[in-house]
């Protein structure tokens, strides 16, 4: 699917990432083609949702540039960056409390890059069914699933080229968690790339063509899903 | 008191209620959705009345003055954002309080130097001018109803903009998570300086509509100010509704304590804040 002759979609350049004075990123490169679907893997704190922040301009980085479709956005405000098509599902979710289920899906809409509209509400809720059962429901009385549903339903109003995923069924019963990975399936066959973050490497490494591990804030492994070995889940993840 | 005497009590009391509604409404609508406590909002009141006789008096039509006054005092807002609010966001609420009451002060000279001192008066237009007679020897002003009604214009105005529009979730929205609002691609800044020019211009729109029944004098803003936080802080800090609610006991408890124990006036709005403080710690409808 991955075409390495295209500009990427997303592109991180040789990025240093600072907290204060802790240096989280120390040079990373990463890209995202269109329509791939990558796993972001690595274990707790070795800079993969800084990474996706960096990206997004939510972190600046201090070194190094980002690119969207070949343009430089390093230091563009994080509205633009998101504006040329992507779409972000933080880690917690980030769902807002004070509106209803309705309202965190209507602020979001927008027509995607070259105005499409493949998403419409009507779309997300066929997609969600259980949410247009708590329409009115505020966001803070979901139960976790749902919530991770509305998020990702949220970022579908956007109607992104790329979705990314950070911890994408963390703290989600298992059953909860397989309708999530089946949701991200039909996404991925809609077209729409994903960069995908989560523990379950199982379900991970069935999904994804391409594989991406980070080990103290720098890519040590970066290649297809089926290079993806053992030995390297034991030396870099640890399992 | 008989039933003539309290009904135009009454409407006073609503009156002034919705017209500290108006300036209160701005000043916890940018504590919530942007964290600011602004000392200077009380200024903008004062901007808003000063304008309101300055412009009567040049256009010699005091409804052009007021829609002339409200498109300045929303560029003033944007401006005053852009200059210096938008530096405050991410600053601890000392460095907002040192820089807002520096603004008090900054305001209180402009408005020295351009308009002087002195105290004014402000001619009830024409249109309102009439009084409608209630008994042989009472009578109750127009104008007065006509500042509620254009307060209650105001406020559903607000209601529908903050519960009903997009514009007004992605607001809400930004209250609770402005760093989500941004990762969805909506210009977080663009809203907070609507918000903030927002705020200026009900605070302003309520010194102006005040401005022929209080007239207009130094240290206007001030007064309002104090009594604005009073709301606020019964209300619930960041809530609009609570604010409404506050504003109107606030009225009604003034005015009738102006009338059944005048030596104790002065200390009714405090002694209804510490009420109902000790009752809700946090006012009487949470933030959001």
Not at chain 1, 183 to 193: M, N, P, Q, V, Y
Not at chain 2, 166 to 179: F, T
Request: net charge neutral; hydrophobic share 50%; glycine share 12%.
């Amino acid at each position: 699917m991955s075409d390495v002759t295209k500009t990427p979609l997303l592109e991180a350049k040789g990025l240093h990432t600072y907290y204060g004075a802790s240096h989280i990123l120390h040079g990373v490169d990463f890209k995202v083609g269109a329509g791939e679907t990558v796993a972001l893997m690595g274990r707790n704190g070795m800079g993969k949702s800084t990474l996706i922040r960096s990206m997004l301009g939510l972190v600046p980085p201090r070194e190094g540039s980002v690119f969207v479709r070949g343009q430089n956005v390093t230091r563009s405000p994080t509205h633009k960056i998101t504006r040329s098509g992507i779409a972000y599902v933080p880690e917690g979710r980030g769902i807002f409390p004070n509106l209803s289920v309705k309202e965190n899906l209507l602020m979001a809409a927008r027509a995607g890059t070259g105005g499409k509209r493949e998403w419409t509400y009507e779309r997300v809720l066929e997609t969600f069914p259980r949410l247009s059962e708590r329409l009115s429901n505020g966001g803070a009385q979901l139960s976790g699933g749902e919530q991770q549903m509305l998020t990702i339903g949220r970022a579908l109003m956007t109607n992104p080229d790329l979705l990314i995923l950070d911890e994408a069924t963390e703290g989600l019963a298992p059953l909860i968690a397989r309708e999530i990975w089946n949701i991200i399936r039909t996404i991925r066959a809609s077209g729409i790339a994903t960069v995908i973050v989560d523990k379950n490497y199982g379900a991970l490494l069935t999904l994804v063509n391409r594989c991406a591990v980070m080990v103290k804030g720098q890519l040590v492994f970066d290649d297809l899903a089926e290079k993806m070995n053992d030995e390297i889940v034991q030396k870099y993840l640890g399992v | 008191m008989d039933f003539y005497s309290f009904l135009i009590q009454l409407l006073n009391g609503l009156q002034y209620g919705l017209l500290l509604f108006l300036v209160a409404s701005g000043l916890t609508l940018v504590f919530g959705i942007m964290g600011i406590i602004n000392l200077a909002h009380g200024s903008f009141y004062m901007i808003g009345a000063y304008m309101a006789w300055a412009l009567a008096e040049q256009t010699g039509n005091f409804g052009l003055a007021v829609l002339l006054g409200i498109v300045l005092t929303v560029i003033l807002g944007i401006l005053l954002e852009a200059v210096f609010y938008r530096h405050l966001y991410k600053r601890d609420h000392l460095y907002q309080v040192l820089m807002t009451y520096g603004l008090i002060l900054v305001f209180e000279e402009l408005r020295s130097i351009i308009w002087g001192d002195d105290v004014h008066g402000v001619a009830v237009p024409a249109l309102f001018s009439a009084s409608i007679p209630l008994t042989d020897n009472l009578s109750y002003p127009v104008y007065r109803l006509a500042i509620s009604a254009v307060c209650v214009l105001l406020a559903l105005g607000m209601y529908l903009l903050i519960q009903r529009t997009r514009l007004g979730m992605m607001i809400r929205a930004g209250a609770s998570n402005n760093e989500m609002v941004q990762a969805l691609g909506i210009n977080i800044k663009l809203i907070y300086t609507l918000v903030f020019a927002l705020g200026v211009a009900l605070a302003a729109t309520a010194g102006m509509i005040a401005a022929p029944i209080s007239s207009v004098f130094p240290n206007m803003g001030g007064q309002v100010l104090i009594i604005c936080f009073v709301v606020v802080v019964i209300g619930g800090i960041g809530s609009v509704w609570g604010a409404l609610l506050a504003a109107l006991m606030i009225g009604l408890v003034d005015t009738f304590g102006k009338v059944l124990v005048p030596d104790y006036a002065g200390l009714s709005v405090y002694v209804l804040m510490a009420v109902v403080l000790l009752w809700r710690p946090e006012g009487l409808f949470k933030r959001g």
